[in-house]
């Protein structure tokens, strides 16, 4: 199923040691692969972590997925890369890739002949992606990033071919049962770039896929992992691979629900990052500064704003302000860098909204 992987016995666990192809990696440290093959016949899932080497929260679910997940009670079968940017985990790199300074999330779905980033992602997207039936990419907020966990996936917007639409709806039902307080499905990407994000190019080669976040600023967060484990949990009730109840499916949290209702019920996901069911954001607006400086924000992730509040300053090292900013759009920040010192044009938050 998994030619890379050789034969999978059924009711196994088995340990791999994977050396992905590409002339970049020929060097590499083979990368540890656990695969769960079922003793019912199924669907087969494939999740990583570890696209950014700083998000530990999502290595460490991936790792207690390989150990936990029994295949005598899964129909199907789970594939488990627990990091796939191993440069990055190494050296505590951030966002990157140390060895072209890339983001491989910006590159996907990689060339074979490109820089390392784009080697590394060409062959996972190649050798485990498109032999899936669906694809969970686990992340977190990097090392200077704190974040509300939310899950993205490609919505349908923009999309003519039915195929393509099928695809995009299943990832939305995946993404919908993982269970965080927020799903964003976007149908642009979020930064220009050369490439597009892993749950983009997997849906472009017809596996539905979702990215799902949780944790952040460089540490080992129990609650996060927790939340990453029951959400690749739910997906596999969602997709029939173990006994339980699916989780609801519901278009928003709002249906049925009153304002200040639906506002105490997303505080409370929040602050828990137990989602009964999770609110859909279709816009994903980032904030960046124009100067360098010392970032002082004036939100928490998790907080709602409104279009033109002031949600942070940038001062320079005289302590005077040389930027005053201001949010673009109604939403809930959803991340936010938490070191003070900023580059020119750096990355501040990230704020989920619904299209207007
Ligand atoms: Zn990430």
């Not at 990368?31 to 199924?42: C, E, T």
């Not at 062959?123 to 969970?136: G, L, P, Q, R, S």
């Not at 989602?275 to 004036?298: C, H, I």
């Amino acid at each position: 199923m998994i030619p890379i992987l050789g034969e999978l016995k059924t009711g196994t666990t088995q340990r791999h040691l994977i050396k992905l192809p590409g002339a970049a990696l020929a060097d590499d440290e083979p990368r540890p692969v656990i695969s769960v093959a079922g003793a019912k016949s199924g669907p087969t899932l494939f999740v990583n972590a570890g696209v950014h080497g700083g998000e530990y929260p999502a290595v460490e679910a991936v790792i207690r997925l390989g150990k936990s997940l029994d295949p005598k009670k899964i129909s199907g079968t789970v594939i488990l890369m627990p990091v796939l940017n191993l440069p990055a985990f190494r050296t505590r790199t951030p966002f990157v890739c140390p060895i072209d300074n890339m983001n491989p999330n910006r590159v996907f779905p990689g060339d074979p002949t490109g820089s390392y980033s784009e080697q590394m992602t060409y062959a996972v997207i190649n050798e485990f992606v498109v032999h899936a039936d669906a694809y969970i990419d686990l992340h977190g907020g990097d090392i200077p990033e704190a974040l509300v966990p939310f899950v993205i996936c490609r919505s349908q917007d923009g999309l003519a071919d039915s195929k393509a639409r099928d695809v995009a709806a299943r990832s939305k039902e995946i993404a919908m049962a993982f269970g965080l307080p927020y799903v964003l499905a976007v149908s642009k990407p979020i930064q220009p770039s050369k490439g597009s994000s892993s749950y983009a190019a997997a849906a472009e080669k017809g596996v539905p896929s979702i990215l799902a976040e949780a944790g952040g600023v460089g540490q080992m967060q129990e609650d996060a992992v927790e939340l990453l484990v029951k959400g690749v949990v739910n997906v596999m009730r969602q997709l029939g691979m173990l006994a339980g109840v699916k989780s609801q499916i519901q278009s928003s949290k709002s249906q049925g629900k009153s304002k200040s209702q639906t506002k105490t019920t997303i505080r409370r996901a929040v602050a828990t990052g137990e989602a009964s069911s999770s609110t859909l954001l279709t816009k994903f607006e980032w904030v960046y500064t124009k100067k360098a400086g010392m970032w002082y924000p004036k939100v928490a992730p998790g907080d709602f704003v409104k279009e033109g509040d002031q949600i942070g300053t940038v001062g320079d090292l005289f302590g005077d302000t040389l930027e005053k900013i201001i949010s673009p759009v109604n939403g809930v920040v959803l991340f936010l860098t938490i070191n003070p010192s900023v580059l020119e044009n750096g990355l501040l938050m990230g704020i989920g909204a619904k299209q207007d």
